[in-house]
């Protein structure tokens, strides 16, 4: 292996280590923001709370307090997740497009979908 093949490794493996940082970074960003979307709104909910009534939700106990079990999995929850799931397909829609036109700078606009 000369020099220069060698140096085209290390940069592969620190742009590499980058995109991971970068990713573990989205993953908890996402995870913060489910944790802030679950506890604010009318009702606040504490965190700890949130994670009780997760985990009861999970195992299938009864609830403790039926009112706060009620608002945050099938009030916030449900709305989180749909909120979730529409971002990554409204993602997933440009990409298509972008890939589709064979332009980086497609827009709706583009096609007349907008």
């Known amino acids: 292996m000369n020099t220069q093949?060698?140096?085209?490794i290390t940069e592969f493996r620190k742009k590499g280590r980058y995109q991971?940082?970068?990713l573990v970074f989205l993953v908890i960003l996402l995870i913060a923001s489910?944790?802030?979307?679950?506890?604010?709104?009318v009702v606040n909910i504490p965190i700890h709370k949130i994670g009780a009534?997760?985990?009861e939700a999970i195992?299938?106990?009864?609830?403790k307090d039926l009112a706060l079990y009620s608002i945050v999995?099938?009030?916030r929850l449900v709305r989180l997740l749909t909120a979730l799931v529409v971002g990554m397909s409204l993602g997933v829609g440009g990409l298509i497009m972008?890939?589709?036109?064979?332009?980086p700078m497609a827009s709706p606009f583009t096609l007349g979908v907008s």
């Open 5 to 8: 093949e060698h140096v085209l």
């Open 20 to 22: 991971m940082m970068f």
């Open 34 to 41: 489910i944790g802030i979307g679950l506890s604010n709104g």
């Open 53 to 55: 009534i997760l985990l």
């Open 59 to 63: 195992t299938g106990e009864t609830p």
């Open 73 to 75: 999995i099938e009030v």
């Open 98 to 103: 972008q890939l589709i036109l064979q332009n």
